[in-house]
């Protein structure tokens, strides 16, 4: 296999040191997106592990993706304070907004749906974080607010 020139040079710095899969990982990702079929091979081949090995790593960690993800991130908060607060509901009424289940990304690659385990925002439940902002009490109203707000697109 023919490796492109570009993931040559973003894999040559961490080719030749111990521990190099994971900075590797995350600069592909970061450059890419997401790492690919194609990418698993070559870093499997690169860092001389299977590719079934390079496929657990990636799948072991939640900040890797095999897939391309939403330029927008709805994170919605499941842990039990926020349960207190009827985060079910406002999962069923965010899935059903934008027609989207957890871990999906719309086809325009504009919003991915992602599930967490506590934004340490428990005494505002049902908490959402939007990117890098998060929001307290919230309700489908506030997120669809919010991304109107910013001028993110929304299924509306």
Same mark, same amino acid.
């Given at each position: 296999?023919?490796?492109?020139? +570009?993931?040559? %040079? ?66 919605? *908060? ?8 009827? *985060? %079910? ?14 871990d999906e990304t719309s086809s325009d690659l +504009?919003?991915?749906? %992602? ?32 991304? %109107? ?8």
């Open positions: 296999m023919i490796m492109s020139t +570009n993931l040559k %040079k973003i894999l040559s710095p961490f080719v030749d040191i111990k521990g190099g899969l994971m900075p590797a990982l995350h600069a592909v990702q970061d450059h890419l997106g997401f790492i690919s079929k194609d990418n698993i091979s070559e870093l499997a081949i690169v860092f001389n592990y299977s590719q079934a090995e390079i496929i657990d790593v990636i799948t072991f960690y939640d900040d890797f993706r095999l897939e391309p993800i939403g330029k927008n991130i709805i994170k919605l *908060c499941q842990a039990e304070a926020c349960q207190s607060q009827n *985060c %079910k509901q406002l999962l069923s009424d965010v899935t059903s907004h934008f027609n989207l289940n957890l +504009n919003i991915t749906l %992602k599930e967490v385990f506590c934004l340490g925002n428990c005494a505002l439940g049902p908490s959402v974080m939007i990117n890098d902002e998060v929001i307290g009490e919230a309700t489908t109203k506030k997120i669809i607010g919010h991304l %109107k707000k910013h001028k993110i697109q929304n299924n509306e």
